[in-house]
């Protein structure tokens, strides 16, 4: 079923869109009334020239003054038109000029209601009760050429005016469409804007359960769904509104029994709109979900490439791909069968039936000589009902994109009403580098504690080192203390002040990291290490990495610092990419720094270089360290073993060795120690 109340506030929010871009589309708007003002002047313009130049001389005649304006010669005589007569003027020897079948007479007297004509020039007259026979010689083509040649004037001024309202309806349409194009374009530039900035807004935690695939998806594919609502679904349904009402404003203009008919459609309309929806909403949400994770799908193929290599994967991971492709191909197939159903041939079944029921109403009048209208409005109401059907047929065909539009929307609404916090920016000063965690507990989910009860101080300048299983809460208290999360008790405080009251942003100004799997974007060397940030100059750029030795290792690169850097690094070794990561946190000296393993995943040969640049980074900042091979923290100042969220042991290498508990327990294990040697 339809949710109303959810539907009215995705109207809302796209028109709330719309607003961004009013002026624009309020002068589209008027260009397009223009253009369709002057697309159905035709028609009235085609039956004048019709009842007024073509069938308007099938009247009665009276001879006047020889060479009279508008007068035809016949027989010696001039005739002129008794519409076109003044009112005052004597009306003399009057004539009648008819049209029986395919022949033309010109008749002496005012004659009405011909019935028909024979080849030998015989005309029945019906009159009262009474059935008259006339005989007349038919006219030539040239002599019916002569009754016609005052009205070609008029016809040529008529049909300039015609093809003049064509072209300015062209005119008015090309302005309307661009401006509508312009401010689709605009809009949606507004709302990526938009998403873009919510993604920096929303907490770690909603990306923890959403893959970066879909959350891409909704940037690109649901707002360019979106924009083809702007674009196409907007602009046709405006261009179509505009177009209907205008042709039933002509068609009771025209004549009020046939607009009464023709009204017949728009009850159809709204059925044939109901019941297509019904059919298609939850189809088109279905299908905007499965491309969503066909893309989730994507990214994390590429992404894990080689360990689907590896582990000889790629048959399986086929066959789950051809499971969502084959279930997207069905959404999509029974989504084409309901268009193909109601879209452009069910309205051609409407208008010939319509057109069907006019031409027989219309015969059947005519027959019993009950003519409804001339043969100029029968020519206009038919051109307007072929009209008429042109916008309903463009409703129709936009309905899916219409659904598919809306389906985008509540994707992207979704993203937009996520719970987030606005980036605080401006410069706070630089932390002293004193980090307390006070009774601190943690959860993830709410439910199991990954911390419970963690206390500890790291005074400035100390290397405190953070040991323990994995799942032990080692990362999750470096969590903590960038704010990718905040805790559900205690507090986190840096130089006694709760992280809390800080702005996130403000806060990772004085803080750095160094992953064990660092991440490089895609840019050169020495952008790598600024990140683009104009407060870290060229200089201080080429300084960080020579600082940290950078210059030894990556002297083979022909660029030197401005070698390009594709995504992720890929075309650097891990023991490159961690040096470059090194030099970044040294650039942005950052008073609290976070090594998370930095020498892991390295090479002995390339761990002594790196050790000489932590040496380097950890020099007059508070330093925290995660540490699985406990060789390399030997000279922390504070080491913390976790055990299922809690700290067990602390203090210093040689008093954990002397406690003789878990510490002591993982270090012989590592070092391969006899329990007698130990310290």
């Not at 090309?174 to 507004?190: D, E, K, P």
Request: charged content about 20%.
């Amino acid at each position: 079923m339809i949710d109303l109340n959810a539907e009215k506030q995705v109207n809302k929010r796209l028109v709330e869109y719309a607003a961004h871009a009013k002026g624009a589309i309020a002068l589209a708007i008027v260009m397009l009334v223009l253009a369709v003002a002057a697309q159905l002047a035709g028609p009235f313009v085609a039956k004048a020239i019709i009842n007024r130049h073509i069938m308007g001389i099938q009247q009665v005649w009276y001879e006047v003054t020889p060479r009279a304006a508008g007068a035809v010669e016949w027989e010696g005589k001039w005739y002129a038109r008794a519409d076109r007569m003044p009112a005052q003027s004597k009306r003399l020897n009057p004539h009648t000029l008819v049209a029986v079948g395919t022949r033309t007479y010109f008749l002496d007297g005012v004659v009405s209601h011909v019935v028909r004509g024979n080849e030998a020039g015989q005309i029945r007259e019906q009159e009262g009760g009474r059935s008259l026979v006339i005989t007349a010689r038919p006219l030539t083509r040239q002599q019916l050429f002569s009754f016609y040649r005052p009205e070609i004037p008029g016809v040529i001024r008529l049909a300039l005016i015609y093809f003049g309202l064509l072209a300015g309806a062209a005119i008015f349409l090309y302005g309307q469409q661009y401006l509508l194009q312009v401010s689709a374009n605009r809009i949606l530039q507004r709302m990526r804007k938009d998403v873009f900035h919510q993604i920096h807004r929303l907490p770690i935690r909603y990306f923890d359960n959403l893959p970066a695939g879909k959350v891409v998806s909704r940037i690109t594919n649901d707002t360019e769904a979106i924009r083809d609502f702007y674009v196409n679904v907007l602009a046709n349904v405006l261009s179509s509104i505009a177009t209907m009402v205008g042709i039933y404003v002509a068609l009771f203009i025209l004549n009020v029994w046939l607009g009464l008919m023709a009204s017949i459609l728009i009850p159809i309309l709204i059925v044939w709109i109901w019941l297509y929806r019904r059919a298609t909403v939850s189809v088109n949400v279905r299908i905007r979900a499965l491309l969503s994770e066909i893309n989730a799908m994507l990214n994390e193929t590429i992404q894990g490439i080689p360990i689907i290599r590896a582990f000889h994967r790629e048959q399986r991971t086929q066959a789950e791909f051809d499971e969502l492709n084959q279930a997207y191909y069905d959404g999509q197939t029974r989504l084409l069968r309901v268009n193909s159903a109601t879209g452009f041939n069910l309205a051609g079944v409407f208008r010939n039936s319509f057109f069907i029921a006019i031409i027989a109403i219309f015969g059947w009048r005519s027959m019993h000589l009950e003519s409804l209208v001339s043969f100029g409005v029968l020519y206009a109401f038919v051109d307007y009902l072929n009209r008429l059907f042109q916008p309903i047929t463009q409703v129709v065909n936009q309905l899916a994109n219409l659904e598919q539009a809306r389906a985008s929307a509540v994707r992207v609404f979704e993203l937009l009403d996520e719970p987030g916090v606005d980036p605080v920016f401006g410069s706070i000063p630089r932390f002293c580098g004193e980090v307390e965690f006070d009774h601190v507990t943690f959860s993830y989910d709410g439910e199991h504690n990954v911390l419970n009860d963690v206390s500890f101080r790291a005074q400035p300048g100390q290397t405190v080192a953070l040991v323990g299983h994995t799942g032990s809460g080692k990362s999750s208290i470096i969590n903590l203390l960038f704010r990718f999360y905040d805790p559900q008790g205690g507090q986190i405080r840096i130089d006694g002040v709760d992280i809390r009251t800080i702005a996130p942003q403000q806060l990772r100004q004085h803080l750095g990291i160094v992953l064990q799997d660092p991440y490089l974007f895609t840019g050169t060397v020495a952008w790598n290490v600024s990140l683009g940030d104009e407060r870290v100059s060229r200089a201080r750029v080429e300084q960080a990495l020579r600082d940290v030795g950078a210059d030894r290792l990556l002297a083979h690169l022909p660029n030197g610092w401005d070698e390009p850097v594709l995504e992720g690094g890929g075309t650097l070794s891990a023991g490159e990419r961690q040096l470059i990561s090194f030099a970044r946190a040294l650039a942005f000296d950052p008073a609290i720094l976070v090594l998370d393993e930095a020498t892991a995943s390295i090479d002995s040969e390339t761990e002594r270089l790196i050790q000489d640049a932590l040496s380097v980074l950890k020099r007059g900042r508070t330093t925290f360290i995660i540490a699985h091979r406990l060789s390399t923290i030997r000279d922390a100042d504070l080491i913390l073993v976790l055990d299922g969220g809690e700290i067990v042991e602390r203090g210093a290498h040689d008093e954990l060795m002397r406690l003789g508990g878990k510490y002591r327990q993982m270090y012989e294990l590592q070092t391969n120690m006899a329990p007698a040697s130990g310290a």
